[in-house]
């Protein structure tokens, strides 16, 4: 299998798992992808989290603050030190997979299981369709693909949607 974007790929027990790199956290990640989608079509999604706009940027970091800022109410505890501002959440996030599923259309969309400081148990999620940012919140392996009406009444999901999920 050759990809532009995803080196040392191997067919893993459930998906293709490959390694691809993170500029906006300076990192490598793991990359897994489902045994039917295109290779060209996992390079896009690659490429598009390579090259993130500052607008998708801005709504991932004020997701992940919402859901520590909450998180931090419900444990009765500071998780990341006072004063952090939305911009400075990734500092307190740690990317470890990208996942990729069949498409259901030519847009490109994905989801990342990250580590975060404030909920080591669950950690983090962001999906994403096209530019947009559908959901932020604990890990819970939410599809790209799900209707974003879903997405925006979902009471644990931390993203500032412009469907209707006000910023928390």
């Not at 906006?24 to 290779?39: G, M």
């Not at 500092?91 to 299981?113: C, Q």
């Not at 919140?137 to 006000?166: K, M, Q, V």
Request: with cysteine; aromatic share 14%.
């Amino acid at each position: 299998m050759r990809s532009e974007k995803i080196k040392n790929i191997i067919r893993g027990e459930f998906t293709y798992e490959g390694e691809a790199y993170f500029p906006l956290l300076d990192t490598q990640i793991d990359v897994y992808f489902d045994y039917d989608v295109p290779t060209e079509y996992a390079d896009r999604c690659v490429s598009r989290l390579e090259n993130l706009k500052q607008s998708t940027i801005d709504r991932l970091c004020a997701g992940a603050y919402n859901y520590c800022e909450d998180f931090s109410l419900m444990a009765g505890e500071e998780t990341v030190p006072r004063g952090t501002a939305p911009a400075q959440i990734l500092e307190y996030v740690y990317p470890l997979v990208m996942i990729i599923e069949t498409p259901l259309t030519d847009e490109v969309a994905w989801h990342m299981e990250c580590g975060c400081r404030w909920d080591e148990e669950h950690g983090l999620e962001w999906t994403v369709r096209g530019d947009e940012v559908l959901y932020v919140g604990a890990f819970s392996d939410e599809s790209p693909w799900l209707d974003r009406e879903y997405f925006a009444t979902a009471d644990w999901n931390y993203a500032p949607i412009a469907t209707g999920c006000s910023q928390r």
